[in-house]
């Protein structure tokens, strides 16, 4: 992290025009290519930013992270913190009990803890398809992909046969475990330069937060040794997801990203 460069699209929003060229100097030169050849040094940088939408002044008095639940942006930010804490939430509390579930269900808790994970690989190169179809794009992908997992946690709650247990325990994990780099791409996206940093912090935050209290209900709802129950919750959880991604309103896929409020 030491050597890594601070990120010249970020330093123009803030002004910061001759670090940043310096930064672009030093990534064309590691590249083997002259700034001029891309870059003219004769047009100074602030001459060459796309000014934001209509080009007017949407800066705000507001201190950076509440401009997040400016009315511009309440509603994303609500919906985002919804599907991120419910996606977060089931994700670990399901990698981290499914061992003791499945030792529960006479099945062996490694061999198939290791093939439902193993689940999530052909998941991740079919999400990477989906965002950037056209008629599909990043909340459609999201949509699709918490739906299914609201349908394998049932099956996996309330089917009782080995084989079906072992299918949907993959099945989670494929529409499961991509939905988290997808989340990282939609929450990166859905904010201008400017406050982004502000507002990953507070999501991550805000998963942290709620993950302080998962170990304590997760392992509640297992020790009651009742088979059906954790999956069940976890599919209400998702549900929540589902409902939080469908008030989402802002597709980011082929939207110029912006650098000010």
């Not at 891309?38 to 209509?54: A, F, G, N, V």
């Not at 439902?116 to 992909?145: A, D, K, N, Y």
């Not at 080995?162 to 990282?184: C, T």
Request: aromatic share 14%; hydrophobic share 50%; with cysteine.
């Amino acid at each position: 992290m030491l050597f890594f460069y601070e990120s010249p699209r970020f330093l123009v929003s803030q002004g910061k025009f001759t670090q940043a060229r310096g930064i672009l100097v030093a990534m064309a030169r590691m590249n083997g290519k002259r700034l001029g050849d891309l870059l003219p040094e004769r047009i100074p940088l602030q001459d060459m930013i796309i000014p934001d939408s209509d080009g007017t002044d949407r800066g705000s008095s507001l201190p950076k992270l509440l401009t997040i639940f400016s009315r511009a942006y309440i509603r994303r930010t609500l919906c985002l913190s919804v599907v991120y804490v419910c996606l977060t939430a089931g994700y670990y509390c399901t990698t981290v009990f499914l061992p003791t579930l499945l030792t529960q269900l006479n099945l062996n808790p490694y061999f198939t803890s290791f093939i439902s994970i193993l689940g999530q690989i052909p998941g991740i190169f079919l999400i990477s398809i989906l965002t950037e179809w056209p008629c599909v794009g990043r909340l459609h992908t999201l949509r699709l992909m918490t739906f299914f997992t609201v349908v394998f946690f049932l099956l996996f709650a309330f089917v009782r046969n080995d084989a079906s247990i072992s299918v949907s325990g993959i099945m989670i994990y494929f529409f499961m475990a991509p939905m988290l780099p997808l989340m990282y791409t939609i929450l990166s996206e859905s904010y201008p330069t400017e406050i982004r940093a502000q507002a990953l912090n507070f999501f991550n935050t805000l998963s942290a937060c709620f993950g302080l209290g998962l170990p304590y209900l997760g392992g509640y709802l297992v020790e009651q040794g009742i088979p059906w129950l954790f999956p069940s919750m976890a599919a209400a959880l998702f549900a929540i997801q589902l409902m939080a991604a469908l008030l989402l309103n802002h597709e980011t896929r082929g939207v110029r990203l912006l650098d000010n409020v």
